[in-house]
């Protein structure tokens, strides 16, 4: 009955849900299998304008890459403000209409500093979208009739350490410092004053840090940089001790380190999802509870002894 139930409604809904190859809608292209075969940890920055990119929407998802311009609808007015400097009029106003993120890349430069500290290795573009514009820190990787990448010279790893912090009053000067080019994301760590708290430590003036995994070493006081996107709900561990989060560069997020060999670890836990925890604890306390008052009180009146209220 089973298997004739499915057949039935197998053959029914054939015509309405149809089905295709993979590869007529994610062709395999050799663009896309060049990127494919970079193992390493990095992500990627479509470029197109108007809405229009190479890599639209989730498309990169299903490649298996990373992308700045994320998977699914973003109406996230602070990473539109982060992107800024690289965004057409246009390119914003399809962000806050459709929700897919598009670089511009006609009339607004890219930025090194950018795409550096977003862990960008690689610029993708429709051919020829790029070549017009010379741009040194961008190197030709691959050319073809599917679509163009270029290798960002001074591309960061997904986490870096840095022995230099400029503090400056608002994030919107934050960004504008960063954008710049006389600033060095290799070196140095932007912090806002209305994000710091009052004992901000202090960093020395030339530390050096490195990061594997969760393990860091650092020749001086500094600061963990990680290409990840702040919230009120990371927190960290230095050596099991608990330490700050910063949020860093406008967007991203900053551990302090004292010098030496350190292993840190960081955990998301926002305020919801303590209280949603803390709540479902309660319910089934009390839920727990309840079960065995209503056990306790059926098993002494099936038995005959006086329950609770029962007059003795």
């Known amino acids: 009955m089973v298997l004739l139930t499915f057949v039935d409604l197998f053959a029914f809904g054939s015509d309405y849900t149809a089905t295709v190859k993979r590869s007529d809608v994610y062709p395999e292209t050799p663009g896309l299998s060049f990127l494919q075969h970079d193992r390493g940890l990095y992500r990627i920055a479509p470029v197109g304008g108007g809405g229009l990119s190479v890599l639209p929407g989730y498309t990169a998802s299903v490649y298996g890459l990373q992308t700045i311009t994320g998977y699914d609808h973003m109406r996230d007015q602070e990473y539109l403000a982060f992107l800024g400097p690289m965004m057409s009029p246009a390119d914003v106003e399809f962000a806050n209409a459709s929700g897919y993120l598009s670089l511009a890349s006609d009339n607004r430069p890219l930025n090194r500093n950018l795409l550096s500290l977003l862990n960008v290795k690689y610029v993708v573009s429709p051919p020829g979208i790029l070549a017009g514009a010379a741009r040194p820190w961008l190197t030709p990787e691959y050319q073809g009739g599917d679509l163009d990448i270029f290798r960002v010279e001074m591309a960061l790893p997904r986490a870096w350490g840095v022995g230099r912090a400029e503090v400056v009053p608002t994030r919107q000067v934050a960004l504008e ?10 070196s140095t760590v932007i912090f806002a004053a209305e994000d710091l708290p009052d004992d901000m430590p202090e960093a020395g003036s030339s530390a050096s840090g490195t990061f594997h995994a969760v393990h860091t070493d650092f020749s001086q006081p500094g600061f963990l940089v990680l ?13 099991s001790a608990d330490a700050p989060v910063l949020r860093a560069n406008g967007l991203l997020r900053a551990v302090p380190l004292a010098a030496g060999q350190h292993t ?19 319910t089934v306390a009390l839920s727990g509870v309840a079960i065995i008052l209503y056990l306790g009180v059926s098993v002494r009146k099936r038995w005959g002894g006086p329950g609770p209220g029962d007059e003795l």
Do not use: C, M, N
């Open 264 to 282: 840190v670890k960081l955990s998301f836990q926002p305020g919801e999802y303590v209280w949603g925890f803390r709540i479902s604890a309660i």
């Open 227 to 239: 290409s990840e996107r702040f919230d009120d709900g990371w927190q960290a561990e230095v050596d």
């Open 177 to 186: 410092r960063i954008a710049s080019d006389a600033f060095d994301p290799t």
